[in-house]
């Protein structure tokens, strides 16, 4: 099966800096790219995707990169708010919709 | 659209007893998801559906589980019996494969075997 890695786990970053959390897969075939935003006690919810044919797609502060050759893709966050301050999991996803959600990373933005 | 919906929202039952969570989709959605979370084992995928046909169940951590999906608009989910390791959040998720591989989470079930 699909094996994708996070990191860092955990990530401080003072407010209006930037942040950068990395996720790598080992399915060629995956083909589908999204970051999903868990706050405490909710459920996780889409705040950016991309797709295979893309390198990079960006959405007011929220960016993500694609290297396919290398199998990584990462979640940038410019002038991070304390809002920002949750669980962030990558869920890279193949053929017949396998996906596979990464172990999470906790973001806390220091006020 | 009212989202996907999933009761109930809280369960709690002692060992040994027979739990079933239930799941209502998106309208519309062909997909449909079974995740269990702890803070130990993360966010885990059991099982997922296509068109109410069961696609990989081979998350499922043992046959004391079992999924269904008699319609496009129900699900459900059963343990039994109940241990306490199955103590966790269970997040239903719905989602339109082929047209948005977007996946829209329910708000969960919190489930505690005593």
């Known amino acids: 099966g699909e094996n994708v890695e996070q990191h860092p786990s955990t990530l401080s970053v003072q407010e209006g800096d930037s942040a950068v959390i990395k996720c790598t897969y080992s399915?060629?075939?995956?083909?589908?790219f999204p970051w999903y935003k868990q706050e405490l006690g909710k459920r996780p919810q889409l705040i950016i995707d991309?797709?295979?044919?893309?390198g990079e797609k960006k959405d007011q502060r929220i960016a993500v990169t694609l290297n396919k050759t290398a199998k990584h893709f990462s979640l940038h966050i410019t002038e991070t708010q304390p809002e920002d301050s949750a669980v962030y999991f990558c869920a890279p996803a193949g053929g017949y919709q396998k996906v596979t959600f990464g172990t999470g990373t906790k973001l806390q933005v220091i006020p | 659209d009212a989202g996907v919906i999933q009761s109930p929202r809280h369960e709690v039952t002692e060992m040994g007893q027979e739990v079933t969570l239930r799941c209502k989709p998106i309208s519309g959605h062909n997909s449909l998801f079974w995740y269990r979370q702890t803070m130990m084992r993360g966010l885990e995928l059991l099982i997922y559906?296509?068109?109410?046909?069961?696609?990989?169940d081979s998350g499922m951590p043992e046959d004391r589980f079992s999924a269904k999906m008699p319609n496009a608009s129900f699900s459900t989910l059963k343990i039994q019996p109940s241990e306490p390791r199955d103590s966790a959040v269970y997040f239903c998720?719905?989602?339109?494969?082929?047209?948005?591989?977007?996946?829209?989470f329910g708000p969960g079930t919190r489930l505690t075997v005593l």
């Open positions: 991309i797709r295979s044919n893309v």
């Open positions: 399915d060629s075939a995956s083909n589908y």
């Open positions: 559906f296509n068109n109410n046909v069961p696609i990989d």
């Open positions: 998720a719905s989602t339109l494969t082929g047209e948005s591989d977007t996946q829209y």
